[in-house]
């Protein structure tokens, strides 16, 4: 029993990166503007934690670094591909290049560095309740804001005028123009807004999950992160359901390798990626599901006035 | 007008992005051939005094705090030593395979007199490289295929691995010991095992739990296997990948774990029980040498304890005495030659007897280990 409850509390932090992540780029791609920079921008944002933890020695101002990190290098891209117009796909490949080396270049400082006693974590009083307790209420506060913040971003889409303007502007950006809406600016801000979680996301690996920083440490979060958004069809909560799955199966595939399980470690290594594809797929097959929440404009340029 | 200015604007725009993304490209020191930009400069104008060009290929960065570092303070002790009369490069993140071999061409065209590549996976292409550059020394280490121009160096890593084992069977309250895995290899059996025995041979009660990972250096999965080791119930770990995740995870879990491929105690208050760590210096001093001397020559060496080249350091004031003076005791069999951690009786985790009672194994025996000790659970996937 005991097992399980700590199985369930290995997935929920190891999902909230995914989930983090993910749901900054469903921000980004409900405003039309597809960013593969994920990875760039989640690598940036875990140095640019890692270094705040390490200055500061608080784990918000980490998040706040990593936000900003994440908000610098989106805001470059969106100039970029909002603007200027360039190919959405070529410029994210770029950003992720690019933060990948900006990273690995300002980090040759910190790697090997630690960044002391962190604590226990969780929340006082609930986390004691036999099995609840280790099994849920033991995380990192940023485990709730993860799950918080898809109930907000699900009210602030559907429920919200000014999600549906951003919707709208996903949707058709020549209509939104036309009703008079900035279109530039808005999804200027989305893609900024999807860059800062995903800042928020590198730093929280970088922090509380590693914590270490070296090059590379998302090791292709930001593209896993990527292809959940898209299996999840750009609804919130698939998203997370999606980053938990993951994170979920991950661990329980070295839960299974410890225990003496007879299945070769690498079929269990392909698990959490085929279960993950495999389920978010059959809960979205239905065709019109997928019309209704894929961004009509997604990855294609808009000029006002043409 | 306006369009006008918006092409040139999009032209600077994508040019700087193309300058940015091949500036960004995969790192690397020195000269090396780049993607986009300048192609490299000049390889070997012979300056004046001539120093001896040595080059090292790096699986990661030298920050990695694990095995690569170990590397680097290895070849740093060859730039101390020899001052002006070697110039040494490193590329470092080369990827096994196709790139591997391009970036060691790419080293022995550009005059390097000797290159070490640090990792298994780089066997294969340093070998076809070896056949077009007879006139360059190529050493591999851990490896097992040698030829006219290459030579293999290796550490006896299952050493420093059964020290870890006696300080864990006898710090363990739970009686089970965790292991991370990178790849089912020899090597890698070899320290699992050796782990399992030195405890074994303290506490006969232990087992040992092993979770592959697949990867040499994936920090955040190394932290997640160590978490799921922990969760099962182990409470003293060690592992055989690159960076310290798995010994930070033990000290935020309050259990034990060790330092491996370098020294790690500054990384763990609590949890560091001592490092496992190979000194790479001393193998490469000779190696360089040699060339210098003009007495290289193909070989395969593998040192230990007794060359200087492994040694577990840094016993945490956790551990009792009377185990680090069994250490001590150990350390000086094994630099005196007497000691051998593979001596017989050894029997698999079938059951089936592997090494006769009192027999010392064999080189041949070691190279060939394929198979869990008892008290090792589970199962060997099928290798790389």
């Not at chain 1, 799950?147 to 502007?169: E, K, N, P, T």
């Not at chain 2, 490209?25 to 051939?33: D, I, N, R, T, V």
């Not at chain 2, 990661?60 to 590397?71: K, L, Q, S």
Request: net charge positive; proline share 4%.
């Amino acid at each position: 029993m005991n097992e399980i409850a700590l199985l369930i509390a290995a997935t929920l932090a190891s999902g909230t990166t995914l989930a983090m992540a993910g749901l900054g780029l469903l921000l980004n791609e409900k405003a039309g503007v597809l960013n593969l920079g994920a990875e760039g921008m989640m690598l940036v944002g875990a140095l640019a934690g890692f270094g705040a933890a390490y200055a500061s020695g608080n784990d918000w101002v980490a998040f706040a670094a990593g936000a900003a990190a994440g908000a610098v290098m989106a805001m470059v891209f969106g100039v970029l591909v909002i603007w200027l117009n360039t190919n959405q796909y070529a410029t994210g490949l770029a950003l992720t290049l690019f933060g990948g080396g900006l990273s690995a270049f300002v980090g040759t400082n910190f790697a090997g560095k630690t960044l002391g006693d962190r604590g226990s974590v969780g929340i006082p009083g609930l986390m004691d309740v036999p099995f609840l307790g280790p099994a849920l209420f033991r995380q990192h506060p940023m485990t709730y804001i993860a799950i918080a913040l898809m109930f907000a971003l699900g009210w602030f889409l559907y429920r919200s005028r000014s999600g549906l303007v951003l919707r709208g502007v996903g949707e058709s950006p020549e209509s939104a123009h036309a009703l008079g809406y900035r279109v530039r600016w808005i999804r200027l801000g989305a893609v900024m807004a999807g860059g800062a979680l995903c800042g928020i996301a590198g730093a929280y690996l970088s922090v509380v999950r590693a914590p270490l920083w070296v090059e590379g440490v998302t090791a292709g979060s930001g593209w896993i992160a990527l292809a959940l958004t898209t299996f999840a069809t750009w609804r919130p909560a698939r998203v997370l359901l999606g980053a938990y799955l993951f994170g979920g199966v991950t661990m329980l595939q070295f839960y299974l390798q410890g225990e003496g399980v007879e299945i070769a470690s690498q079929l269990l290594a392909m698990l959490p990626y085929l279960s993950t594809i495999v389920v978010l797929a059959l809960i979205s097959r239905n065709p019109t599901w997928i019309r209704i929440n894929m961004p009509a404009s997604l990855g294609r340029p808009f000029h006002p006035g043409s | 007008m306006f369009v006008e200015r918006k092409r040139a604007l999009m032209k600077a725009a994508a040019l700087s992005a193309l300058a940015i993304a091949a500036l960004a490209g995969c790192s690397k020191k020195e000269e090396a051939a780049p993607a986009a930009a300048a192609p490299a400069a000049s390889a070997a104008a012979a300056p004046k005094a001539d120093p001896v060009k040595v080059a090292f290929v790096y699986i990661w960065t030298a920050g990695d705090a694990g095995w690569t570092f170990a590397h680097d303070l290895g070849r740093k002790e060859v730039e101390a030593e020899f001052g002006d009369k070697v110039k040494t490069t490193i590329v470092e993140k080369v990827p096994e395979g196709a790139d591997a071999e391009r970036v060691i061409r790419d080293l022995a065209a550009q005059g390097n007199k000797i290159i070490f590549a640090t990792s298994f996976g780089y066997m294969e292409p340093m070998l076809k490289v070896a056949s077009e550059f007879p006139d360059v020394k190529f050493e591999h280490a851990t490896g097992y295929k040698t030829a006219p121009n290459m030579g293999i160096y290796d550490s006896k890593f299952y050493e420093p691995a059964y020290m870890a084992g006696i300080v864990a069977g006898k710090m363990t309250k739970t009686n089970t010991l965790g292991f991370v895995g990178s790849f089912p290899i020899p090597e890698v059996l070899r320290n699992i095992n050796a782990f399992t025995l030195g405890a074994q041979s303290v506490n006969p009660k232990v087992k040992t739990k092993v979770v592959w990972v697949s990867t040499w250096s994936d920090p955040p999965k190394e932290g997640d296997a160590a978490q799921s080791l922990i969760n099962g119930g182990a409470d003293v770990l060690l592992q055989n990948t690159d960076s310290t995740a798995v010994l930070q995870t033990a000290e935020k879990n309050g259990k034990y774990a060790f330092g491996w491929d370098s020294d790690m105690s500054a990384f763990a208050a609590k949890a560091h029980l001592g490092s496992a760590v190979a000194n790479w210096g001393g193998y490469y001093k000779q190696a360089v040498k040699s060339v210098m001397d003009g007495t290289w020559k193909t070989d395969r060496t593998v040192w230990g304890v007794k060359e200087g080249m492994n040694d577990f350091i840094k016993p945490a004031e956790a551990v009792p005495a009377d185990i680090k003076a069994k250490i001590e005791e150990i350390k000086a069999g094994m630099k005196a030659g007497t000691f051998e951690v593979f001596t017989g009786p050894i029997v698999d985790s079938t059951g089936k007897e592997r090494l006769a009672k009192d027999a010392k194994a064999d080189q041949e025996w070691k190279d060939k280990v394929d198979f869990y000790v008892k008290g090792v659970e589970g199962k060997i996937p099928s290798a790389k």
